[in-house]
């Protein structure tokens, strides 16, 4: 179930930052790509960070 939720996740934050490259930063891949970048490591340091946290949820 949490590597189901995971896969959603990078889907939607794949999905809202091509959005955001073609409508608001009218084609500037770089803050696509940024915004990529930085989710995934945003979402693995909660990951890191949390580990115990998580664990009594799961």
């Given at each position: 179930m949490?590597?189901?939720?995971?896969?959603?996740?990078?889907?939607?934050?794949?999905?809202?930052a091509?959005?955001?490259?073609?409508?608001?930063?009218?084609?500037?891949?770089?803050?696509?790509?940024?915004?990529?970048?930085?989710?995934?490591?945003?979402?693995?340091?909660?990951?890191?960070?949390?580990?115990?946290?998580?664990?009594?949820?799961?």
């Amino acid at each position: 179930m949490f590597i189901t939720q995971m896969l959603y996740f990078f889907i939607l934050l794949i999905v809202v930052a091509c959005i955001n490259t073609l409508f608001i930063w009218q084609g500037n891949f770089y803050f696509g790509i940024g915004l990529i970048v930085f989710g995934i490591f945003h979402i693995l340091f909660k990951f890191i960070t949390k580990k115990e946290q998580l664990k009594k949820i799961l």
